[in-house]
């Protein structure tokens, strides 16, 4: 500890004009009274008796600072004139250049309001891109291209400029007519619509409305797999995972079926939309090829730097990796734009509304879908140490069952289908809250709402700044997944090397008793009640095993060359593609702990006692989720692949008979 600072002299505020006001606050509020009991000075050694003329100036501070304000207030207005007119005379500009310049200038500052002008600037902007918008976007209507010919027309042409420009036209009539109450648009909707839903809403409980979602998908995915086995086998699997959760819950009697039946019945809403619905289909394989697509300009930077690394040979390490570099990038832009922070907020209140759990756990639930189990939580990190014990299992539970944009981009290059990775993404949202409220019941009182929690921009200079900021923070990321790389992959060779020695000692034969055979044998049940075939159930066991033993990104690796060998099914690669989708592994448990045990140091204690349990929940959140696709998935393989060109093709026959 240094020394204290010296205490500074009673009118050295006011004697030093370099004081600000924040400065002359602190000063006035250390001027208040606060003389202790002479108990308490007398406890504490290092603290001094108050100081007189402090104690004399408390009652006229605030007289004092009102003067001492206005009298900044003429300062500042005086040094502002003086910095304007020496600005005007420091003017180097090329028209400095022009005869009787300046006279010039401020007649025309004299006869035109140019001050008011500034302050409607931003209108005339937004009249002349909007109408410049406008041109550009029937100039693409009436001209015809051979886009329009080659590609698909909703996901490549005209059509996807449209659903673009809808999308962004119904948000500016929505955020600045309808949210607007002094509007008559604005009062109107408020007063007719938003208020009659939220008088239906409130007199429907909850858990009714959850409970008839649930039996609703129950209902129809028995009447639509009632002659197929394998989807039946996914259904076990739901009720399986649903009665361990139970059956080990820290609180079985106060398990809210809300939450429960909220969180599942999105999660399957979600699902049929994902793989069932046509429609839904087209939107989220159009979304996955063009994160593809945008993720493939990586290889233009990686070539560049590590040539024929990357073109020719594919090293993973130059290729993969790279991805991670280049998605972080862009998603710090977002954040210091805003974006990002305004998604996450609008994905907490939709998880909040339906699901039923606090704010904060449905913020960072929202937040999951896009960034790590560590960085999430620094969205809510104010209000970590006000949780409760159940609030913090939830928060941990959603960082073990989703994954972070960085490394889904890593997955994607790996060859994995990203349509169902970024579907998994999202589903595993509503299944970590759904799962964690069954596993460890809230038993409190939350100390938070949505109103509390206030999200902020990057604090970058610009948005280039950000990108480097973006670009540097994935450096140690990268380099975190090359080294677990090769000691796990070093290490499990080591621990099958000696397993297999001693089982060979007894008579066994070579390279059976492996630990990839020991995790195969281990989970090939629970591959089995999730919907994948006897015959491969060994293989997505050890699928599984390496997933929680190592960690996703080895299991995503032994995946895609099951995928490229050919040497499973189309439904068991889905399957195995949405169990995988989780950071809940055991090498995550300690970055969990270190995470969270920075950022609320005094809750140490209650972390390290529900991190296990999150771990557990996070998998079998994950587990569910591939249930919940297994029941939605046709078993027979050639209705798996998914036609892009034929639905598209109906879409487009759809609308030209709507419009011709």
Not at 37 to 42: F, G, K, L, V
Not at 46 to 70: G, Q, V, Y
Request: proline content about 4%.
């Amino acid at each position: 500890m240094g020394d204290p600072p010296s205490p500074l002299s009673d009118n050295a505020a006011f004697d030093n004009p370099s004081f600000d006001r924040d400065q002359e606050d602190g000063i006035a509020m250390r001027q208040l009274p606060t003389v202790l009991p002479a108990t308490q000075t007398q406890d504490l050694p290092n603290s001094s008796p108050p100081k007189t003329s402090d104690i004399e100036l408390a009652p006229h501070a605030p007289d004092m600072m009102k003067e001492r304000t206005m009298g900044h207030e003429e300062d500042d207005k005086g040094s502002n004139r003086d910095n304007s007119d020496e600005e005007e005379e420091e003017d180097y500009s090329l028209f400095t250049m022009i005869p009787n310049y300046i006279e010039f200038k401020e007649s025309i500052h004299r006869a035109l309001p140019i001050k008011e002008m500034q302050q409607y600037r931003h209108i005339f902007f937004s009249i002349l891109f909007g109408g410049g918008f406008v041109m550009y976007f029937a100039a693409v209507l009436i001209i015809k291209t051979k886009i329009e010919e080659e590609w698909s027309y909703w996901c490549e042409a005209d059509g996807l400029l449209i659903v673009l420009t809808s999308l962004v036209a119904l948000g500016i009539f929505y955020f600045q007519v309808l949210k607007r109450k002094n509007l008559p648009f604005g009062r109107a909707f408020e007063v007719y619509v938003v208020a009659n839903v939220s008088r239906i809403f409130s007199k429907v409980p909850g858990v009714l409305v959850g409970l008839v979602l649930l039996a609703g998908a129950l209902v129809f995915v028995v009447l639509d797999s009632w002659n197929d086995f394998e989807r039946l086998q996914s259904l076990l699997g739901i009720a399986t995972l649903i009665a361990f959760g139970f059956l080990f819950s820290a609180a079985p009697r106060k398990v809210r079926w809300r939450h429960v039946g909220w969180g599942m019945g999105l999660q399957f809403v979600l699902g049929l939309v994902i793989l069932r619905w046509p429609l839904g289909q087209a939107v989220f394989q159009c979304a996955a090829d063009k994160v593809t697509t945008f993720l493939a300009f990586t290889d233009e930077g990686s070539e560049f730097v590590f040539g024929e690394l990357v073109s020719e040979m594919e090293i993973f390490a130059f290729k993969v990796l790279s991805v991670i570099l280049f998605f972080s990038f862009c998603i710090q832009i977002l954040y210091y734009w805003g974006v990002m922070q305004w998604v996450v907020m609008k994905l907490g209140w939709v998880l909040q509304v339906t699901v039923g759990t606090t704010a904060c756990e449905s913020v960072n639930a929202a937040a999951n879908i896009f960034l790590g189990q560590t960085e999430a939580p620094l969205l809510i990190k104010p209000y970590l140490p006000l949780m409760t014990k159940s609030e913090l299992h939830a928060v941990m539970t959603g960082g073990f069952a989703t994954i972070a944009g960085s490394v889904l981009a890593a997955y994607i290059s790996f060859g994995v289908d990203p349509a169902h990775l970024i579907s998994a993404s999202v589903m595993n949202a509503p299944a970590a809250l759904a799962f964690s409220k069954l596993f460890y019941p809230e038993t409190k009182k939350s100390k938070t709402s949505v109103s509390d929690i206030k999200m902020q921009k990057g604090e970058e200079s610009s948005w280039l700044h950000a990108a480097m900021v973006g670009v540097t923070n994935a450096i140690p990321l990268v380099a975190n997944i090359a080294a677990n790389l090769i000691a796990f992959y070093a290490f499990i060779a080591l621990c099958s090397h000696v397993f297999d020695w001693t089982c060979r000692l007894a008579g066994a034969g070579e390279e059976v008793c492996t630990l990839e055979n020991v995790f195969g044998v281990l989970f090939t049940p629970l591959a089995f009640v999730m919907g994948v075939n006897w015959s491969e159930c060994d293989q997505i066991g050890k699928l599984i095993g390496l997933k929680i033993i190592v960690n996703e990104f080895m299991a995503y690796s032994e995946l895609s060359e099951l995928i490229k060998a050919g040497a499973i099914s189309k439904r068991a690669e889905t399957i195995a593609t949405y169990a995988l989708c989780g950071f809940s592994n055991i090498s995550s448990i300690g970055i969990n702990l270190g995470g969270f045990s920075a950022m609320a140091p005094e809750r140490k204690a209650d972390l390290a006692s529900v991190v296990v349990r999150a771990m557990i929940a996070g998998s079998c959140a994950t587990f569910l989720t591939a249930c919940v696709a297994g029941t939605l998935l046709p078993s027979a393989e050639e209705s798996l692949f998914f036609n892009m060109t034929s639905t598209t093709q109906l879409l487009e026959s759809t609308t030209s008979s709507f419009l011709y």
